[in-house]
């Protein structure tokens, strides 16, 4: 075994590879960027090194300057994680030449399988099923057009060089072809840099479902069975599981052999994906499944499979790459139980999915295990139920520089029925406050009951919209009560008094009533509570009820409350975050999540003076839109400039009002994060 590696990668993947490296005893070297300095992947390893400013192009993708770190280091080995140079042969070249081991197949197989076209002629001849297609070196318009005339419509433009489902383009008739086409090699050449295509048969509703392989250097291969991907969006995955549902044996045998016939046909070491497409009807012996593409490197999703077959697949890549044998046969390989993987993204679903960052301000997850090895020979144990991957901890970024995820959700059961209902237990403990997050639409796709009956297809999502995305007309009123609660129990502590006891100094004698007044997406809600001799009494819409904040259990977080709202025990989280702008309540119960902003004229009032009389802006971006002029006064909330960063834009409003002393930058213009924008004096 190697006694040193360095972890060319950031975020849950090197945080990953790192925990496996401790429990073998190998030392590890941490790389980082600016903006990773304090990343918790930089504190799980035994050294770190700079590499340069955030951008990856400064940073992670500094081949060079990485095997000079291993080198002057004494790593023997380097371990790409997923992304930035993983898939990139020139890299897994230059390692070689410097004597280190790149933990990943050699360079000829990443060519191989670098472009999905050539991969397909290869895929071809070794006898591996292809979807009906053209993926040749002619990339002449005319001839592409009567090539997909001849396929029948609908048909699939990718880019060759494609990843991420960028470029790809569905074609319904013969007539947008052409656009199409322009279109995809736009997005190809600015993506990748290569605007060669592929076109092939687009099927209607069909499921993604791929092969984990591993190959040693001494000819062994095995497969480690199938993940079914189908639930996506954008061509991405959301949830993975394994098994997949509703497979034969037969079948499962049949793919697994393609799969190890495609990674044999490039010579292929170490772990490997290759990914199928397959009809809907994959259960029956009916069905079809073809090759798509081979993804030379760990991938995102392989824990379900280690939960499945009990093996540590970094552990595996380790003892490959340093020369050992496959450390099991295909016959003591078995599944056992299912798992389903949810990745947690930094992101709005309401608003198509569009990445988001920020702050994880509060960041409460469900008790879980890092990742745990659970077959020891061919005697499996039951894993722990719940595995999380995480590459941030409370109070970190996720910022614009990196792919968006915030943290993996593993969970393991020993049926599909037992997974999913623990799966849905773990996302309603798992609360994010700070940023837009997919956590409540996993909440509702887990809960959804075409996935619960795996009625599974890649147009699960947009079949669903109406139940995924539905708005709730109506708050309910367990939300409202316990954001009063969180308030006048905050309000309690702030003057010492106790706000669960019945006889506090601060309670009038007699009663009393005030109103608090929310915001929320659904409109703004004025509640009345009134102090009664028996504790408050709640007031909205239609509900006139008694309401007691009991006393929180010993040990419990500081966001828990339990309340007494008419008949009805209520347990939830609730956190409250306060910025310039607004008292953000931040309601978990039973898996949902709400936010209500208090709106209170007098407390903000006094808290204008918190601004310190300059507004900046969130993250690196562009000027859009400037509304306010120097010496303008305005209303608290109103909007000031638009900036839009990550595809998104993000209005700079009045914190309180007050005066516009200074714009200080104009429409067009780029600027830092925490850049300041605006120059402003709240009114005294
Ligand atoms: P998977 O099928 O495992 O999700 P993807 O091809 O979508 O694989 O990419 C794996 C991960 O690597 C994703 O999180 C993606 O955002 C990230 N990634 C892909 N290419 C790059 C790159 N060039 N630089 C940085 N990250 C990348
Ligand atoms: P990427 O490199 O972006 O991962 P893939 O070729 O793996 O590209 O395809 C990504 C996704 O696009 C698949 O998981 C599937 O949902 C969809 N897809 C790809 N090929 C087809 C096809 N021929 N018909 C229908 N959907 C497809
Ligand atoms: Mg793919």
Redesign the pocket.
């Known amino acids: 075994m190697f006694s040193k590696i360095l972890i060319a990668n950031r975020g849950e993947i090197a945080c990953r590879v790192a925990a496996t490296a401790r429990r073998l005893g190998v030392r590890t070297v941490a790389v980082f960027s600016d903006a990773d300095a304090h990343a918790r992947h930089v504190s799980l390893c035994d050294e770190a090194v700079r590499l340069g400013p955030a951008p990856a192009r400064d940073s992670y993708l500094r081949g060079e300057r990485i095997v000079e770190i291993a080198r002057a280091l004494g790593a023997e080995a380097i371990h790409p994680g997923y992304g930035f140079l993983s898939e990139n042969e020139d890299f897994a070249a230059a390692c070689a030449k410097a004597g280190i081991a790149f933990i990943g197949p050699p360079p000829a197989a990443i060519r191989a399988m670098g472009s999905?076209s050539e991969a397909k002629t290869l895929m071809e001849k070794a006898g591996v099923p292809l979807?009906p297609?053209y993926h040749g070196a002619a990339q002449d318009p005319a001839l592409l057009q009567r090539e997909a005339d001849r396929i029948g419509y609908?048909?699939?433009i990718?880019?060759s060089a494609?990843?991420?489902?960028?470029?790809?383009r569905?074609v319904r008739e013969s007539g947008e072809f052409a656009a199409a086409l322009a279109s995809c090699r736009r997005e190809a050449a600015a993506s990748f840099g290569d605007e060669r295509v592929l076109v092939?048969?687009?099927?209607?509703r069909?499921r993604?479902i791929e092969i984990q392989v591993f190959c040693d250097a001494h000819g062994g291969a095995v497969y480690l069975f199938e993940r079914d991907?189908?639930v996506?969006r954008r061509?991405?995955?959301v949830l993975e599981e394994a098994p997949a549902p509703g497979m034969t044996p037969q079948r499962r045998q049949a793919m697994g052999e393609a799969a190890v016939a495609a990674a044999r046909a490039v010579g292929y070491v170490g772990a490997g994906t290759v990914?199928f497409?397959a009809t809907s009807d994959i259960n029956t012996s009916a069905g079809h499944f073809?090759f798509?593409?081979m993804?030379t490197r760990l991938q995102v999703e392989h824990p379900v499979t280690e939960m499945i077959t009990g093996h540590d697949l970094v552990e595996w890549q380790l003892r490959v790459a340093c020369g050992e044998a496959l450390p099991a046969t295909q016959e003591q390989l078995q599944i056992h139980g299912h798992a389903i993987e949810a990745r947690i993204y930094a992101e709005n679903p309401d608003k198509g999915f569009l990445p988001a960052i920020g702050r994880l301000s509060h960041m409460a997850l469900p008790a879980a295990v890092e990742f745990q090895r659970n077959a020891d020979g061919a005697a499996f144990h039951d894993p722990a139920p719940v595995r999380i991957d995480a590459g941030v901890r409370a109070g970190d970024a996720i910022s614009p520089h990196y792919d968006p995820m915030i943290a993996k959700l593993i969970v393991w059961g020993a049926t599909r029925e037992q997974a999913l209902a623990r799966m849905r237990g773990a996302l309603a403990e798992t609360h994010i406050v700070g940023l837009a997050n997919n956590v409540d639409f996993l909440g509702r796709l887990v809960a959804n009951h075409s996935f619960a009956i795996a009625h599974l297809d890649?147009g699960l999502i947009e079949r669903e919209r109406a139940a995924l995305f539905a708005p709730e007309d109506r708050l309910p009123n367990e939300f409202l009560a316990l954001a009063c609660a969180r308030v006048l129990a905050d309000e309690a502590a702030a003057v010492g008094a106790d706000p669960w006891s019945g006889r506090n100094g601060w309670r009038l004698n007699g009663s009393y009533t005030r109103e608090l007044t929310f915001k929320s997406e659904r409109g703004v809600h004025d509640v009345r509570i009134e102090y009664a001799r028996d504790g408050y009494h709640f007031d909205h819409g239609g509900l006139r009820t008694l309401l007691v904040i009991q006393p929180p259990p010993a040990g419990a977080a500081p966001s828990r409350l339990t309340l007494r709202l008419a008949d009805r025990l209520l347990q939830a989280d609730v956190v409250r975050a306060v910025d310039p702008v607004g008292d953000e309540l931040h309601v978990f119960l039973d898996g949902r999540h709400c936010v209500l902003t208090r709106i209170d004229v007098i407390a903000h009032a006094g808290e204008a003076d918190a601004v310190e009389g300059r507004l900046s802006a969130p993250m690196p971006g562009k000027v859009v839109a400037v509304h306010a002029a120097r010496g303008a006064r305005v209303a608290r909330g109103a909007a000031l400039l638009v900036m839009e960063a990550m595809k998104m834009e993000h209005t700079i409003v009045a914190p309180a009002d007050g005066t516009v002393d200074e714009v200080l930058f104009g429409v067009g213009e780029q600027v830092a994060e925490g850049a300041a924008l605006v120059q402003f004096t709240p009114a005294a």
């Open positions: 999905k979807v297609g609908p048909v699939l990718k880019a494609g990843g991420g489902g960028k470029g790809m569905v092939e048969k687009y099927l209607e069909p993604h991907c189908s996506q061509h991405q995955k990914e497409i073809y798509m593409e993804n890649t």
